[in-house]
C-alpha cells in the first residue's frame, strides 16, 4: 500500500476509530473527486482510474448527464416507497432493462438496491415459478455477501470465512476455465451436467445461476458453447437459465449484456453496477410468465428502485446509447489487447491473457510451472496441461503495489488472488487509457 499524503492520514486516523475493520478499502488515500478517467484525492494526488469502483461508473464519475437527472428528481421528490405510491422513473427503468436484455419474448423487471439483492431475487422467483429447490451454481462463482449469496459464492476468504450457516439447497459444479482445464465448451458442459444429473437430479433443479464471465472470481471467460449448451439443458429439463450481468452488464464487455455474444437468451437476468453511474439500483429481468408467477406483494423493499437512482439510472442509460459505450468498450479492447499480449510475449509470469471488451485481465503464474507450449496461446497443449501454472498471488500484489505508487488504480480478483483485472470507465479517452498502459509496464517491470 502507498503512503499516504497529510490529509489521508488524517482521515485514516479517524477512520480507524470510527469504521469497523471488516470494511476493508484498497488504497488508503480518500478521495475528494473524480472525473471520467481519474479519481484524484484529498493531498492533491491524481490516479488514473482502472476500476471504475468495480465496473460501476461505465459512463464516467459525476457524468454530467447523470448529475442533472439526480439534482432535477431530488428537487421534485427523494422517496415515497414504490410499494406505496408509484412514480413514473421505476416504470420507465423497467421498460429500458425489458427492452435491453436479450431475448425478444414479454418481459418484466423489479428494483432492488444491490447487486447481491437482485440475485437473491432472482432465486426466489426461479423457486417460486418452478416449485424447485435446487440452485446450481460454479466453481470461482460470485454473487453477493448477504446468506443466500454467500452460499452462492465459491470463495471462502474473505466473503465466507466464519459467517456459516449458509443457506440450503445450493450445489456447485465445474467452470469452463479454458487456462487450467484445457477442455472445449461443450466438454467442460458435459461435465458440469454429468454431475447435476448425478448429484442433484434434473427434476430437482430451480435454477442454472452463472456470470457469463466471471467477475470476482478471476475474469474467467468460459470456452465457446459451454454457456450454450448448459442453457440448451436447462431449457430441456425444465430448469431457468440465469444469467448473472451484475459485473458484464450495460455495455462493459463491448455489447449491452455478455449473454449476447453466445446468442444467450436467458429466462431472468441480474443487473446492478453500471446500470445508474454510481447510484445504488439492480434489476431483476425476465420472461413475464416466470416473474409474474410471483403473487402481489412478495417481491419489493423500502428503498428499491428508489426515485433518485431511477432517474440516474435512465440519464446513464440514455447517455450510453447515445455515445455507443458498446461501441466504446470494444475499441478498448482493440487498444489494450495487443499491448497486454505484448506484455505477455515479455514477461513469462504472465500466463493468460483473456476478457472482452472493456473487461480484461492477466493471470500472473510462477513461470516454471507453467507448461512450455504455454506462450503460444493457441491452447494446443495437452488438455489440463495449464494446471501447472502455479498461481502467483505475491507477484500479484507487488505488481499492484507498484502500478497504485505510480498513480494507476488497478483491482486484482481471482481464487488464488493471481488476476490483474481491468475495468476502465467506458467514457476514458485513449491518452489516458496509453499513460494507464504505460504505467502497467512501468509496474510490470
Ligand atoms: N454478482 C457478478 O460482481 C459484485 C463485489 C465486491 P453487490 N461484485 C463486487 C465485494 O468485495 O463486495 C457482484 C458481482 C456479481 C453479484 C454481485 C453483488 O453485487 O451490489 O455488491 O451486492
Not at 432535477?72 to 415515497?80: D, G, P
Request: aromatic residues 6%.
Amino acid at each position: 500500500m502507498t503512503m499516504p499524503g497529510e490529509h489521508s492520514a488524517d482521515l485514516h486516523k479517524r477512520r480507524s476509530a470510527a469504521v469497523a475493520r471488516g470494511v476493508s478499502s484498497m488504497i488508503s488515500s480518500y478521495v475528494d473527486h473524480a472525473s471520467g478517467g481519474t479519481l484524484s484525492d484529498v493531498d492533491g494526488r491524481e490516479w488514473i482510474d482502472l476500476a471504475a469502483g468495480i465496473a460501476v461508473t461505465n459512463v464516467g464519475n459525476s457524468n454530467p448527464k447523470v448529475v442533472e437527472a439526480v439534482r432535477r428528481q431530488a428537487e421534485r421528490f427523494t422517496h415515497t416507497c414504490f410499494m406505496i405510491a408509484p412514480y413514473e422513473g421505476y416504470v420507465a427503468v423497467c421498460e429500458q432493462l425489458n427492452a435491453l436484455t436479450p431475448g425478444s419474448f414479454e418481459k418484466r423487471s423489479a428494483l432492488f438496491n444491490s447487486g447481491a439483492e437482485a440475485v437473491e431475487n432472482a432465486v426466489k422467483v426461479a423457486r417460486h415459478a418452478t416449485g424447485r429447490r435446487a440452485v446450481v451454481v460454479f466453481d470461482h462463482a460470485y454473487h453477493g455477501r448477504t446468506n443466500l449469496t454467500m452460499a452462492l459464492t465459491a470463495k471462502d476468504m474473505p466473503y465466507k470465512h466464519g459467517f456459516g450457516p449458509f443457506a440450503g439447497e445450493i450445489y456447485r459444479v465445474p467452470m469452463s476455465y479454458p487456462f487450467r482445464d484445457g477442455l472445449a465448451g461443450p466438454d467442460a458442459a458435459a461435465l458440469a451436467i454429468g454431475l447435476i444429473e448425478k448429484q442433484v437430479g434434473a427434476d430437482q433443479v430451480a435454477a442454472v445461476l452463472i456470470e457469463p464471465i466471471q467477475g470476482e472470481g478471476g475474469f474467467v471467460v468460459p470456452a465457446p458453447g459451454f454457456l450454450p449448451s448448459l442453457a440448451a439443458w436447462a431449457r430441456a429439463n425444465g430448469a431457468l437459465f440465469v444469467a448473472d450481468e451484475i459485473q458484464t452488464g450495460f455495455c462493459r464487455t463491448g455489447d449491452w449484456f455478455a449473454s449476447t455474444h453466445e446468442g444467450l437468451e436467458p429466462d431472468l437476468v441480474t443487473t446492478a453496477k453500471g446500470i445508474a453511474g454510481g447510484l445504488p439500483l439492480a434489476g431483476l429481468t425476465g420472461r413475464a410468465e416466470l416473474m409474474d408467477a410471483v403473487h402481489p406483494g412478495g417481491l419489493g423493499g423500502t428503498y428499491g428502485g428508489n426515485p433518485i437512482a431511477c432517474a440516474a439510472g435512465l440519464a446513464a442509460i440514455e447517455t450510453m446509447r447515445e455515445l455507443d459505450l458498446a461501441a466504446a468498450a470494444r475499441r478498448i479492447e482493440s487498444v489494450m489487447l495487443p499491448r497486454l499480449r505484448e506484455f505477455q510475449q515479455r514477461y513469462q509470469y504472465i500466463g493468460d491473457v483473456r476478457g472482452r471488451g472493456a473487461m480484461l485481465a492477466l493471470e500472473i503464474v510462477v513461470p516454471d510451472s507453467a507448461p512450455p507450449g504455454r506462450l503460444t496461446a493457441e491452447r494446443g497443449w495437452a488438455k489440463g496441461a495449464a494446471l501447472g501454472a502455479t498461481p502467483d498471488a505475491a507477484k500479484t500484489a507487488e505488481i499492484q503495489r507498484r502500478a497504485h505508487t505510480a498513480g494507476l488504480l488497478l483491482l486484482t480478483c481471482g481464487t488464488y488472488g493471481n488476476v490483474i483485472r481491468f475495468l476502465p470507465p467506458l467514457v476514458m479517452d485513449d491518452p489516458t487509457l496509453e499513460r494507464a498502459l504505460d504505467l502497467l509496464e512501468f509496474a510490470l517491470q
